[in-house]
């Protein structure tokens, strides 16, 4: 019988990680819960590399955001066979992958995560449960009074009441269980005069999500999978945004929305060591190798590796034919399946059809990773979701508080009660609502407390793409060291109520007790302001 704890977590995603280590540092006890066998979320489950600030070397993250950073090189320079220029750089990015300057294996990041859990774990501070699912939500008023949990395995259900209730999960499903005023997809342009909002609220347009998988090459085999069940309607999509067929290496730059071409030659011979990761500067994404590679072969001694291995989350299998929320669970299951299909099918297409450099078509020599993605057929554990239901919040994060067209490349809003900072671009996919990229400059942010308060609920807290942002500004907070620093401060916000025999509410809105709260986050190296740098 596990004990009734003082916060429960569902979804240990990168934030719900977060928010149990800063609640178990705090001292509270804790039930983290995951829907997959793998914490971790969006690093390790949905297997996407960092995407992550051009600053992020130096500033810009937490304490505890940028120790997970450094456990992950370190694991590399003591177990991997690295060349000794490559254990010499204080900066070592182990993929040389360009969309992040710490690209990196799944399982390296879950075995860290995993690590920083163990001594609060061994403490009896924390119970983590992998495989559960939250099925139901009892309202009590003004709160969460319990929730009810599924064991996936077994199909046992264990009900759990907690003071408080921090909802990590991918798409902030306690806010719809629970009764948890929330939006979903697109609002209308008159709520918050967003210029990039439709002219009416679309809450099934949602962007797209991505079923991630690993890939090395293998020149001179054959390791073609057989043909995917849809294959024939995926060769032949085209979109009505797109320069051509869905499958093809034609795809609109997100920025310019030009069609631009994409080159894709695996095992590159280049130094991975003369690789740079820069966002701000160049996406990276033009070259689809290297774009999201987690292994370079020529990191390490010679005949150590005999491929790269890279993560395909492209352009090119993005999905957004059906929303993933708010229209049942039967099209979740639908768009699910159908974003499978779609990744499925892009593999197929790289082995069998795709142009080579050479003339010639297909691939054959890649060979998918199911010992990378942990799961029997190579896609990742669960999809990416770039978009989650979002809680109807003390402060909204507009597009008036970060875009660079609206506040000029040193502007933005300063907030009050800041509990942290982030920075990317606001970039939406292709959506469900046939919209194409959104990919405009944003100023580096400051995270308001106000956006992680709902307006009425007293004991639900946010920590993750669930906060008070909107379908426009999601496109810049939905980012791994974002999600981290959500996270931890619900974590931390949860513990300190408790401690305090305040609400969140109260801390948000006081001014006394904000800077007290403040003072311990300041304290465990969460910064909540920047230095003067330039958007981008």
């Known amino acids: 019988m596990i004990p009734e704890p003082d916060i429960l977590v569902v ?77 010499a750089r204080t900066d070592l990015n182990p993929g040389a992958g360009r969309v992040s300057k710490l690209c990196h294996e799944p399982r390296v990041a879950l075995t860290v995560l995993e690590a920083m859990l163990a001594p609060h774990r061994a403490a009896g501070r924390l119970t983590l449960l992998t495989e559960h699912r939250a ?24 009900t759990f009441g907690a003071r408080y209730v921090i909802d990590a999960t991918e798409t902030g499903e306690l806010l719809e269980l629970g009764g948890v005023e929330h939006a979903v997809g697109a609002e209308a342009r008159d709520e918050f005069d967003e210029p990039h909002a439709p002219e009416e609220a679309q ?90 590679r ?14 790269d291995i890279t993560l395909v989350n492209w ?22 399946a159908g974003a499978r299909q779609l990744s499925l099918s892009l593999l197929y297409w790289l082995q069998t059809e795709a142009p080579r450099r050479d003339g010639g078509t297909g691939f054959p020599g890649l060979r998918i990773r199911p010992d990378v993605t942990g799961t029997d057929d190579g896609l990742a554990k669960a999809p990416y979701v770039r978009e989650s239901r979002r ?6 994060v507009t597009e008036h508080d970060v875009s660079t067209d609206l506040v000029g490349p040193h502007g933005g809003t300063r907030h009050r ?31 308001p407390l106000g956006a992680l308060v709902p307006r009425r609920v007293r004991n639900l807290l946010p920590a993750g793409k669930n906060i008070g942002t ?30 305090e025999g305040v609400e969140p509410a109260q801390v948000q809105s006081g001014d006394e007790r904000y800077e007290a709260f403040a003072r311990l986050l300041d304290r465990d190296g969460i910064q909540r302001h920047w230095p003067d740098v330039r958007g981008y």
């Open 203 to 292: 809450p099934l347009n949602q962007q797209g999500i991505t079923v991630c998988f690993a890939l090395s090459h293998h020149e001179g085999e054959d390791h073609t999978v057989d043909r995917p069940a849809d294959y024939d309607f995926w060769r032949s999509y085209r979109p009505g945004f797109w320069p051509g067929p869905l499958l093809g290496f034609q795809a609109p730059d997100p920025r310019s929305l030009e069609p631009v071409p994409r080159t894709f030659v695996p095992n590159p011979d280049a130094d991975p060591l003369a690789v740079g990761a820069d966002q701000s500067a160049d996406a990276g994404d033009k070259e689809l190798w290297g774009f999201r």
């Open 391 to 396: 809680i109807k919040a003390v402060t909204t």
């Open 470 to 499: 909107t379908h426009i500004t999601n496109g810049c907070y939905r980012l791994h060291p974002v999600e981290w620093n959500i996270g931890e401060v619900a974590g931390a916000l949860a513990a300190h109520c408790l401690t």
């Open 315 to 336: 352009p090119l299998n993005d999905y957004w034919l059906k929303p993933l929320v708010g229209a049942g669970d039967g099209v979740t299951v639908q768009a699910v």
């Open 11 to 87: 979804g240990a995603g990168l934030g719900g990680v977060a928010a149990a280590l800063a609640a178990c540092r705090a001292g509270r006890t804790v039930v983290l819960t995951e829907e997959t066998d793998w914490i971790g979320g969006q690093l390790t489950s949905q297997a996407v590399p960092p995407d992550e600030h051009p600053w992020v070397e130096q500033f810009g993250t937490t304490a505890s955001y940028r120790a997970l950073r450094e456990g992950i090189r370190a694991y590399y320079r003591q177990w991997y066979p690295m060349r000794s220029e490559a254990l």
């Open 294 to 307: 987690i292994l370079a072969r020529g990191m390490h001694r010679p005949g150590a590796f005999d491929s």
């Open 135 to 158: 099925v139901a939500a009892e309202a009590d008023g003004d709160a969460i009074g319990a929730v009810t949990l599924e064991d996936l395995r077994t199909g046992d259900r264990t």
């Open 417 to 447: 009660d800041a509990v942290g900072v982030g920075s990317y671009r606001i970039d939406l996919h292709p959506s469900t609502g046939g919209d194409n990229y959104v990919d405009i400059g944003s100023v580096p942010f400051e995270i």
